[in-house]
């Protein structure tokens, strides 16, 4: 599976984004999805995940209520819809997916990545 991550750019605090992760290859279903971001400095942390089919998903704390991860079967594609965006939600934000039932939230479990999108949250 091939990841191509794209949808960032600039915007400001209480603004929108929708990132989206369009995978290659066969049996989209089959693989649980992740977000994830990075900011300077910091660790790669989880956002928000979807699992195969698409009946389960997990947040973390910091963006709930605020971002919704979704995925369009016909499209083979995932989406993070990010909303209320503050400034440290400034980050690289990648994609990633594994064969796996349910989203992981540790990024060591995610075999497949996409390259990451800048997402620049000004005040």
């Known amino acids: 599976v091939q990841l191509q991550a794209s949808g960032g750019g600039l915007v400001q605090a209480g603004g929108s984004l929708r990132l989206s992760c369009a995978a290659s290859?066969?049996?989209?279903?089959?693989?649980?999805m992740g977000w994830f971001r990075q900011a300077p400095g910091k660790e790669r942390e989880f956002v928000a995940g979807?699992?195969?089919?698409?009946?389960?998903?997990d947040y973390a704390d910091s963006v709930k209520g605020r971002f919704t991860v979704s995925r369009d079967f016909a499209k083979n594609t995932a989406y993070l819809q990010m909303n209320s965006l503050k400034p440290e939600d400034t980050a690289v934000y990648y994609c990633?997916?594994?064969?796996?039932?349910?989203?992981?939230?540790?990024?060591?479990?995610?075999?497949?990545w996409g390259q990451g999108t800048q997402v620049t949250v000004s005040s």
């Open positions: 979807i699992s195969g089919g698409a009946i389960s998903t």
């Open positions: 290859g066969r049996s989209f279903s089959r693989y649980a």
């Open positions: 990633a997916a594994d064969q796996a039932s349910r989203p992981h939230t540790n990024s060591d479990d995610y075999v497949y």
